[in-house]
């Protein structure tokens, strides 16, 4: 017995603070739910107060004459959540809910000596169930849940579930009547129930929470109206149903011990859009909500919260046709439901809340293990601050300290999908193997995300789009050949690059570029073309003639000046056999070849090759023609790199 005890304690008291609930006892901040669930065989505690304050201005009856006066209206609203993780998309949620309400009465002329100051009422009124059910569509921050829930009556306060007037004539309501112009004058009501599409997405650092939905609500009422200065009174036995449109929105940034949040709610209820002919209606609830929340590494974690209405609250549009009655009109039950209190009631116009919760997991022993290491960068070593995250579980990411690299999570036994990402480095991503009880160690080496270089490479005179141009980083080493349209693009690591574009019949081109991850640069590249004009031999010879010579020292003082590779290419004419013709044709390229490397230019810059008489510049059929085949043609095929 005693070690189950100690187990239980265990249990209650050495968990961490996984995730903490809203009011329905899910996970999220106070009124918001997050999509993401709580995970498997985690659990939440907590217990919600909050205070509201609002100053209205009523009509009050007193002693046959009517005085406007401003009373003072408290709520005090109190929710013990429950939450637990049935799974590691599932969740179940449960909560009850104790109210107050209470309105302080100004003081009027015999008001308060005939009425008192204070008419209260309280009691617990709803208990309530909650489901989620999650989806994590392969984003790690991104999720989508579905969130169906009912509110039961368990009504448990005085003698009324309204307030009411115990004391005398104070110009609200007659003696022993429900106050029903205030803004909570109701304990609960009969039933409540709907479903909301969550959706909660981890922007880094701020997180978003959006709840849409349809909410229904039920409320009787009971009581008799009277007429003022009259003898006549109706039996009210009535039912209100209200179809509601939901709609809230939260954002939360956590930082290192705390978390700052803010809620903003809106309710439209879609059958109480009838007006007075004034142009005027009373269907809508708005409320911002900001709030601090403390969270501790041992699963405590304590809420400071305020809460201000978008006021347009209106005492006559609460008083379930009261108004109507009095003016001398026999309002039916459809005319009162315009004019019934809101379920739940209109919030306060100001409002403070705390909130006290603790978090933990059911699993203990070897059902979990802890996976811890270092991430670093890959080329330098250095330690990294990295977010180590568990997609498509509810398990909390990990950040990596900035300083060491080092990280640590606990995971649940069997398979987990774990990625690692680092502004500016490539994420990586894996599947471990978690065994019960057993502590391992995974280390994370991310390779820098590489910068890209792209751009053009177009003919400076012309300015068309050169093909097939290279386009090089030569100590990376990378490069890519443009198309037909110029272009180019290939990355690069982090840092400072030569980048090199050549292309046949062009003179080359350089340029540096300091490049950071992740970014782009643009280089665009003019090439210079260059040509030089064939040289021609006599009849049957591969002699250079004296009048190419200074040609030859020309075309070999631009080969050096330049860094050029060249391809020489003997041809024939169709004079003899075509054996004969390519052997020709070889020597007229070797004799060329010859005389450029004894004038100084490197063999390395140069090749030859032969065609024989299978190229010719002209067609063979004069002694003309055949003199202008008899040729040595250049070729600059590229540029040294």
Not at 143 to 165: E, H, L, R
Not at 259 to 283: A, I, P
Not at 615 to 630: D, Q, W
Request: net charge negative; charged share 20%; with cysteine.
């Amino acid at each position: 017995m005693k070690k189950s005890i100690l187990v239980f304690c265990l249990l209650l008291f050495a968990g961490s603070a996984i995730a903490l609930p809203s009011f329905f006892g899910l996970r999220g901040l106070n009124r918001i739910v997050d999509a993401k669930p709580i995970g498997a065989g985690e659990f939440s505690l907590a217990l919600f107060g909050n205070l509201g304050l609002s100053k209205d201005t009523r009509n009050a009856y007193i002693g046959g004459t009517h005085y406007d006066v401003e009373d003072t209206e408290y709520d005090g609203t109190g929710y013990f959540t429950i939450g637990i993780g049935l799974g590691e998309k599932v969740e179940l949620g449960g909560r009850v809910t104790y109210v107050w309400n209470a309105l302080k009465r100004a003081d009027a002329s015999t008001r308060i000596a005939d009425a008192g100051d204070n008419e209260t009422d309280d009691g617990f009124s709803e208990a309530g169930l909650s489901f989620k059910i999650s989806a994590n569509p392969g984003d790690a921050g991104l999720w989508i849940g579905v969130m169906p829930w009912a509110d039961f009556s368990i009504y448990d306060g005085g003698d009324s579930p309204y307030v009411t007037n115990y004391d005398g004539n104070d110009g609200i309501w007659h003696h022993l009547q429900p106050m029903f112009e205030m803004r909570r004058a109701m304990i609960g009501y009969e039933l409540g129930a709907g479903a909301d599409l969550l959706i909660s997405a981890d922007l880094n650092p701020l997180v978003l929470h959006t709840n849409i939905g349809f909410h229904y609500y039920k409320q009787n009422f009971q009581f008799t109206d009277y007429r003022y200065g009259t003898s006549d009174s109706v039996e009210i036995d009535m039912t209100v149903e209200d179809p509601v449109f939901h709609a809230a929105v939260g954002l939360e940034l956590p930082l290192k011990g705390i978390t700052l949040f803010v809620e903003s709610e809106w309710k439209h209820f879609m059958k109480r859009d009838f007006e007075l002919g004034d142009n005027e209606d009373y269907d809508d609830i708005i409320t911002i909500s900001p709030g601090l929340r403390f969270p501790t590494s041992s699963g405590f974690a304590f809420d400071i919260t305020g809460s201000f209405a978008l006021d347009n609250f209106d005492p006559e549009w609460s008083d379930l046709g009261h108004g109507l009655y009095q003016a001398g009109r026999t309002p039916t039950n459809v005319d009162r439901s315009h004019f019934a209190p809101f379920p739940g009631g209109y919030p306060a116009s100001m409002s403070f809340g705390v909130g006290l919760m603790y978090s933990s997991d059911l699993r203990v022993g070897p059902g979990t293990g802890i996976m811890s290491g270092t991430v670093t960068d890959a080329l330098t070593g250095d330690a990294l601050q990295a977010t180590v995250a568990f997609p498509g579980s509810a398990i909390e990411p990990a950040v990596s300290d900035a300083e060491t690299g080092f990280y640590s999570a606990e995971l649940p036994e069997g398979s987990v999908g774990v990625t690692v990402n680092s502004p500016g480095y490539i994420g990586v991503g894996e599947s471990v193997q978690v065994a019960g009880g057993v502590d391992f160690t995974r280390n994370y080496a991310l390779q820098p995300e590489p910068g890209t270089v792209m751009g053009s490479v177009t003919d400076i005179e012309t300015g068309l789009a050169i093909a097939s141009a290279t386009v090089a980083a030569p100590d990376a080493p990378v490069s890519d050949r443009t198309g037909t349209d110029g272009l180019y693009e290939f990355n690069v690591n982090e840092g400072t690059w030569t980048i090199t574009a050549s292309a046949s019949g062009y003179l080359g081109a350089t340029e540096s570029v300091n490049i950071l991850s992740g970014d782009l640069a643009v280089v665009d590249f003019q090439l210079q073309s260059v040509a030089f004009e064939p040289i021609y031999f006599i009849v049957n010879l591969y002699t250079i003639q004296p009048e190419y010579t200074a040609v030859l020292d020309d075309i070999a003082e631009d080969i050096i000046a330049n860094g050029l590779v060249v391809q020489i290419s003997g041809h024939a004419d169709s004079d003899y056999t075509p054996e004969y013709n390519q052997t020709l044709s070889e020597n007229r390229a070797m004799a060329v070849y010859d005389y450029l490397v004894d004038h100084g230019v490197s063999p390395s810059s140069l090749s030859t090759i032969g065609y024989g008489e299978d190229r010719p510049a002209v067609p063979n059929t004069s002694a003309a023609n055949k003199a202008l085949n008899r040729r040595v043609e250049f070729v600059v095929h590229t540029t040294a790199i």
